[in-house]
């Protein structure tokens, strides 16, 4: 399922955007977007063409398919030991618009502060900037997915309305550890604030489960809330499906109301609906062989980079990213994928500010979510490109 044979460049070519195949010349390998090179799972195709066959495409109901609301519910509890109530899910029109419906309800009435991880992914800062709300960023403690505690407690103030975790970190590939999500979890309810965690990565992980925010090993809190979505774990992007989930009647019906969703003006397809309850109820073993692929690619890419001169990997365990540092503080994220778009034809993501806030800088992103055949090329590629430039 996840061979090089299996990976459709034709089709790459002209569907896969956001920095992939498709905007790339066509000597240019991508590692850029987190999105597979692989076709999803065959259940998911047939769902789709089910739900295709009968010719209608009606509108939906507002608050999503009730059977994927309750697909959603049933995953968590099956992944995560997690109970999350069906009719406080609600499915939305990506993981993105999620954070960003998540933050019109935290600072709609009356604005506010938010507190989010450095470094993390550009969405966290776009969906409080979006709504008027002023970002505070906290140090992750080295090594770790963590805040540095006591910065944390420093930025809480009277107009402080939320921190927002990502679990597992992207760009960092690291899980947040229980205790210290417990901690996160007092932390808030001591001081009357929302906790967002960002679960979309959750499923890739390469040693232990990611532990959920709403885990039965965690305390109960009326404030916490998930978003996530199934662009990163079933490789469907493109069907921009994502979810929001919470504990709070009321919570969830100024959520709904933030949402659009009775307005008609948004809200998620039924065929992606179909497809992630196919997705949700059909696909664990997909999913186990996609991670076990992983894996390998994982190993395979620290055992190359291990050559390179200039990149010094750190460790991780989750995510299909790796995000290795500049050895030389003269080269800047951007100089160096610069020179290896130029000389290897590899495409990568920089760090800096404008993509994983500011402790990103001097690092650079790499995904590994691809074959065997085409990870070798490019990092082979770049570690010769490496030495030919960086001399
Ligand atoms: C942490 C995080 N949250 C949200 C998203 C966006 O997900 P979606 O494709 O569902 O909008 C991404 C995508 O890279 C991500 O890494």
């Given at each position: 399922?996840?061979?090089?044979?299996?990976?459709?460049?034709?089709?790459?070519?002209?569907?896969?955007?956001?920095?992939?195949?498709?905007?790339?010349a066509?000597?240019?390998i991508?590692?850029t977007?987190?999105?597979?090179?692989?076709?999803?799972?065959?259940e998911?195709?047939?769902?789709?063409?089910?739900?295709?066959k009968?010719?209608?495409?009606?509108y939906?109901?507002?608050?999503?398919?009730?059977?994927?609301?309750?697909?959603?519910?049933?995953?968590y509890?099956r992944?995560?030991q997690?109970?999350?109530?069906?009719?406080?899910?609600?499915?939305?029109?990506?993981?993105?618009?999620?954070?960003?419906?998540?933050?019109?309800?935290?600072?709609?009435?009356?604005?506010?502060?938010?507190?989010?991880?450095?470094?993390?992914?550009?969405?966290?800062?776009?969906?409080?900037?979006?709504?008027?709300?002023?970002?505070?960023?906290?140090?992750?403690?080295?090594?770790?997915?963590?805040?540095?505690?006591?910065?944390?407690?420093?930025?809480?103030?009277?107009?402080?309305r939320?921190?927002?975790?990502?679990?597992?970190?992207?760009?960092?590939?690291?899980?947040?550890?229980?205790?210290?999500?417990?901690?996160?979890?007092?932390?808030?309810?001591?001081?009357?604030?929302?906790?967002?965690?960002?679960e979309?990565?959750?499923?890739?992980?390469?040693?232990?489960?990611?532990?959920?925010?709403?885990?039965?090993?965690l305390?109960?809190?009326?404030k916490?809330?998930?978003?996530?979505?199934?662009?990163?774990?079933?490789?469907?992007?493109?069907?921009?499906?994502?979810?929001?989930?919470?504990?709070?009647?009321?919570?969830?019906?100024?959520?709904?109301?933030?949402?659009?969703?009775?307005?008609?003006?948004?809200?998620?397809?039924?065929?992606?609906?179909?497809?992630?309850?196919?997705?949700?109820?059909?696909?664990?073993?997909?999913?186990?062989?996609?991670?076990?692929?992983?894996?390998?690619?994982?190993?395979l890419?620290?055992?190359?980079?291990?050559?390179?001169?200039?990149?010094?990997?750190t460790?991780?365990?989750?995510?299909?990213?790796?995000?290795?540092?500049?050895?030389?503080?003269?080269?800047?994220?951007s100089?160096?994928?610069?020179?290896i778009?130029?000389?290897?034809k590899?495409a990568?993501v920089?760090?800096?500010?404008?993509?994983?806030?500011?402790?990103?800088?001097?690092?650079?992103?790499?995904c590994?979510?691809?074959s065997?055949?085409?990870?070798?090329?490019?990092?082979?590629?770049?570690?010769?490109?490496?030495?030919?430039?960086?001399?």
């Amino acid at each position: 399922m996840f061979k090089n044979e299996d990976v459709n460049f034709e089709v790459l070519r002209q569907k896969a955007f956001n920095y992939r195949w498709a905007e790339q010349a066509h000597d240019v390998i991508p590692l850029t977007a987190a999105d597979p090179d692989f076709p999803v799972a065959p259940e998911i195709v047939n769902a789709i063409s089910t739900y295709a066959k009968d010719g209608y495409f009606s509108y939906g109901p507002p608050h999503g398919a009730l059977e994927f609301k309750k697909a959603i519910s049933d995953y968590y509890h099956r992944h995560y030991q997690a109970f999350v109530a069906s009719e406080l899910v609600l499915p939305v029109n990506s993981a993105a618009y999620g954070l960003f419906v998540v933050m019109k309800h935290v600072l709609s009435d009356k604005g506010g502060n938010v507190i989010i991880p450095d470094p993390v992914d550009f969405l966290f800062r776009k969906s409080v900037e979006n709504t008027g709300g002023e970002v505070r960023t906290c140090p992750i403690v080295e090594g770790t997915a963590d805040f540095d505690v006591e910065k944390l407690v420093n930025l809480i103030d009277e107009n402080t309305r939320a921190i927002m975790i990502c679990n597992p970190n992207n760009p960092l590939g690291l899980q947040i550890t229980v205790r210290h999500l417990e901690g996160l979890i007092q932390l808030a309810i001591s001081r009357d604030l929302y906790i967002i965690s960002d679960e979309i990565w959750a499923d890739i992980h390469f040693g232990h489960a990611t532990c959920s925010l709403f885990s039965d090993e965690l305390s109960f809190y009326r404030k916490a809330i998930i978003v996530s979505g199934l662009s990163k774990n079933y490789g469907l992007a493109g069907l921009r499906i994502g979810y929001i989930m919470m504990r709070d009647e009321s919570i969830y019906q100024s959520v709904f109301h933030c949402s659009g969703h009775a307005t008609t003006a948004f809200g998620l397809q039924g065929i992606a609906q179909a497809a992630g309850i196919a997705a949700l109820t059909e696909c664990d073993y997909w999913l186990q062989v996609f991670r076990q692929h992983l894996k390998d690619m994982k190993q395979l890419s620290t055992e190359m980079l291990s050559q390179s001169t200039i990149l010094s990997l750190t460790n991780s365990n989750a995510t299909y990213l790796l995000f290795p540092k500049i050895m030389d503080p003269a080269i800047s994220s951007s100089t160096y994928i610069e020179h290896i778009m130029k000389e290897a034809k590899v495409a990568l993501v920089p760090g800096g500010i404008s993509w994983f806030e500011k402790a990103s800088e001097g690092r650079v992103r790499i995904c590994f979510a691809t074959s065997r055949a085409i990870l070798q090329e490019a990092l082979t590629r770049v570690l010769a490109a490496e030495s030919n430039y960086f001399k």
